[in-house]
């Protein structure tokens, strides 16, 4: 996730030996003294932005990014123990996307539902927030049912860990970043709340991704099966054999919090003012 002070003592002794020069030497003091200001403004300015950023973050790990590796991890459950799917179908890959957009419109949903009956903020217009969860739910569809066959294919070529953790990243941003973009431009059409495609929220749209993606490599790291030696995440977020169910989902929530909040951190502190996502 300075101060400039005035010599107040030199401009006493300069009233005391010259008087004439106390008008003439009040302009650069006046100037400087503004100067500082504005500095001190500018420092308290980019503080306040930089901790709204972490705020954002925090809340949107809460709100979806928990809930999103949550949902993916509960529906693939039901995929395999349930309808029978392997992972290696497109069925389970279309099940788990769904959970996991459903994680996130749901999670959206319900955050700002609690948030707007707790603090009684009536600027938490629920239609919009209902639509943007909608919106950013078919993008982590997209991600999310991307995931397996991407994270398939990369381990089928017999990559190392590192190599499927980072093809996963860029493959699952790609994803997520297509979605959004695909969402925009046919959600806008009939959902007031969802702004058209722009070079602008493109930007935008961007930046996350790249924190998106972060999320869904950590989930790589939940797999503690394929090369334990090189997963550095196996002790912090590996689902083991024998592992309940429930705590697996929980395991894998935090895998995609701790990869989101990883990446968001970095990109807060090197992202100028008002260029983020979450500015």
Not at 49 to 55: A, H, Q, T
Not at 161 to 184: D, K, P, S
Not at 262 to 269: I, K, R, T
Request: net charge negative; with cysteine.
């Amino acid at each position: 996730m300075l101060f400039t002070a005035v010599r107040p003592n030199t401009v006493l002794r300069t009233v005391r030996t010259i008087p004439r020069r106390y008008v003439q030497s009040s302009g650069p003091v006046s100037k400087s003294a503004e100067v500082a200001e504005a500095s001190i403004a500018t420092e308290e300015e980019e503080s306040s932005g930089l901790m709204s950023r972490f705020v954002v973050t925090a809340e949107v790990t809460v709100s979806k990014i928990f809930p999103a590796g949550f949902g993916w991890q509960s529906s693939s459950i039901v995929a395999e123990n349930y309808f029978g799917y392997a992972p290696e179908t497109m069925s389970f890959a279309l099940t788990t996307g769904f959970g996991d957009g459903l994680g996130v419109l749901a999670g959206h949903t319900l955050f700002y539902s609690i948030k707007k009956a707790v603090t009684n903020d009536d600027s938490i217009n629920m239609t919009a927030e209902a639509q943007t969860g909608f919106l950013l739910g078919s993008a982590a569809f997209c991600s999310g049912t991307v995931w397996q066959p991407l994270v398939n294919a990369l381990q089928g070529a017999e990559l190392s860990f590192n190599q499927v953790f980072c093809g996963t990243w860029v493959g699952c941003g790609l994803a997520f970043y297509a979605g959004l973009r695909m969402g925009r431009t046919i959600f806008s059409g009939f959902m007031s709340h969802i702004p058209e495609p722009t070079y602008e929220n493109s930007k935008a749209d961007a930046s996350l991704s790249v924190a998106i993606g972060s999320a869904t490599a950590f989930f790589v790291g939940t797999d503690a099966v394929y090369l334990p030696s090189q997963n550095f995440l196996i002790d912090i977020v590996g689902i083991k054999d024998g592992t309940p169910d429930l705590l697996g989902c929980a395991i894998a929530g935090s895998s995609t919090s701790l990869g989101f909040v990883a990446a968001q951190s970095g990109l807060n502190m090197i992202y100028p003012a008002k260029k983020c996502w979450n500015d």
